[in-house]
């Protein structure tokens, strides 16, 4: 299913608007300019391509509890952290929607509209799950993904690409699995996968082949504790800062899994590809 989010351009500005307190992710806003909203903690964040202040006042007068603490204005190059170009992670070819760079022979090309949410490819985590997914999927190995912390849809669309059937890529953020929707649309994949918007802990307990946990280590901890995840067959960790990893590492210690490789991008971010009891046992 596609979502009306507007594809932006490196040029396109950007015209932010800081709220304290929630406008309602479900919350309609019907301005034609209007790009998404993004909530976090008890703050939003509105983002529109043209000034909007009358806009974002008729909102905050809907609801009443609302306030403006501040406006910023910047182009979509800028809010992305710089220059979004074709980007090169292994066999992967991540092409924004404005470039299409051509695949070599053995590469697999990629659509990604990042929009407003984090996750155009560039972050360590983003490039060390793209390298184990590639490794759980090789030999048709994996059929079946649950996709937890989903973000843009990256790795669902990469897994879909390597041949994974059925997909359930979960975002709490409203505005990620909205973004997750478009993503799987653009690259016509809307057979394979499946976004939802939800908490991972409820979702953990169907078996599949992978399970990807890109996600807050708040989350992670007590996700590596429950039944569902024994059920999966192989497993990528991620998002986890040292003292994180080491923690997650030393409980699984004592579980039916064996970990078979891990990354450690600049001493900061920490991912882990691992196996359970029962993919150990075929």
């Not at 809907?62 to 910023?72: A, K």
């Not at 993503?183 to 979702?203: F, P």
């Not at 504790?225 to 590492?249: D, N, P, R, Y």
Request: hydrophobic residues 45%.
């Amino acid at each position: 299913m596609a979502t009306n989010i507007p594809l932006l351009r490196p040029d396109t500005q950007l015209y932010i608007y800081y709220i304290e307190g929630i406008v309602p992710p479900h919350h309609i806003i019907t301005a034609e300019h209007f790009v998404g909203n993004w909530v976090e903690d008890n703050f939003s964040f509105l983002f529109f391509t043209i000034p909007s202040k009358d806009q974002v006042s008729e909102i905050l007068e809907s609801f009443g509890d609302l306030s403006l603490i501040d406006e910023y204005e910047m182009s979509y190059a800028q809010w992305q952290g710089g220059v979004v170009e074709p980007i090169r992670i292994g066999r992967f070819l991540l092409n924004p929607t404005w470039i299409k760079a051509s695949p070599t022979e053995h590469e697999i090309a990629i659509t990604l509209d990042s929009g407003v949410v984090f996750g155009n490819g560039t972050h360590a985590t983003t490039q060390a799950c793209l390298e184990a997914i590639d490794i759980a999927c090789s030999g048709n190995k994996a059929k079946t993904m649950l996709d937890l912390g989903t973000g843009t849809g990256v790795l669902a669309l990469a897994a879909a690409k390597l041949g994974c059937k059925k997909i359930v890529a979960v975002d709490y953020n409203y505005l990620a699995s909205q973004t997750a929707r478009q993503n799987v649309a653009l690259n016509e994949l809307d057979d394979s996968i499946v976004v939802v918007n939800g908490k991972a802990e409820e979702l953990i307990s169907a078996p599949t082949d992978l399970l990807v946990a890109n996600i807050h280590y708040d989350v992670m901890k007590d996700l590596v504790k429950t039944e569902g995840f024994l059920k999966q067959k192989w497993f990528v960790l991620s998002g986890l800062l040292k003292s994180e990893a080491e923690q997650i590492v030393a409980y699984l210690a004592d579980q039916p899994v064996l970990i078979l490789k891990r990354w450690n991008q600049d001493e900061v971010w920490h991912t882990i590809l691992g196996i359970t009891q029962t993919e150990k046992g075929l």
